[in-house]
């Protein structure tokens, strides 16, 4: 049993690392910007065509997705606990570092001088600013490694992401991702459809249209994941569960993903750290493993929270 569980963490770790370097590959492109470049499909980090946004990394490297999760995971590895503030410090500190691909929404909210004094608060303001509006996938696209926490997952997992991201549909996502990371680690059982939109309802009634079409549609495409609205949380919400719905193994559901378009990484990253969830480390094809760009340094930070869980 306990094999079981650090293969399924194992997964869940490298599975959000590899759905975002390979998703980077198709990031911001329409389904038909996709085939004309990939005519067969994207399926290995060495044919990401290196254009005036994808040149900015090296092949395999993962984007701020996984950057921001890191973020959280050292956080819990220093502390050996999760405490808000060290979290929050965490994104200032990378933020100052001016990472690639920071999303609009965090940006702004890590632009305050004084985020660490009440980052809640910071991230309250700009939701407010925006209307409340704004429920972009910035939150939930780091999410996974909370997931990994067996005590209030749930509440851990809307704190942190009211530290960047306010609005109930956002911590909602994160809430629903969680919970799904930590019942497939911890007790190798998938969430039914029933309980995941009763989770959903407790944030925002608007949660429940995307788990219906996740589960019910039989072709990814149907949900439109290349629309203007690609950078929804909603949308990359359901990207995540009709892979779990309707993929038999990591790399198609990996697969299936990254070649529908859109917000391609941060659906992939979401969407893989569950396929990892439920299939394990094992179940990768080491194609994906060892060719991540920062793959060795990747593997020390998942021992280093295997063995604190551990």
Known sequence: MLDMIIDKIRGTLFGQAIGDALGLGTEFMTKDEVHRNYPYGLTDYDQIVNDHHRKRWRKGDWTDDTDMMLCIAKAMIDDKSIKLSTIAQNFKDWFNAKPLGIGYNTYKV??????????????????????????????????????????????????????????????????????????????????????????????????????????????????????????????????????LFHCKSFEEGLLSVVNAGGDADTNAAVACSLLGAKFGYSAIPSKYIENLAEGVYFQTITNNLINFYN
């Open 110 to 243: 890590l632009s305050f001088r004084d985020y660490t004094d009440d980052p809640q608060k910071a991230a309250e303001m700009i939701w407010k600013l925006s209307g409340k509006k704004s429920a972009a996938n910035g939150a939930v696209m780091r999410t996974s490694v909370i997931g990994l926490w067996k005590d209030d997952t749930e509440r851990y997992a809307t704190e942190i992401c009211k530290l960047t991201h306010y609005d109930p549909r956002c911590t909602g996502s994160c809430a629903i991702v969680a919970l799904l990371i930590r019942n497939l680690v911890y007790k190798n059982k998938m969430l039914p459809l029933k309980e995941l939109i009763e989770i959903g309802e407790r944030y925002d009634e608007r949660i429940r249209e995307y788990l219906l079409k996740a589960s019910q549609y039989e072709d990814i495409n149907d949900l439109r994941l290349d629309d203007a609205d690609m950078g929804y949380t909603l949308k990359t919400l359901s990207a995540a569960i009709w892979c």
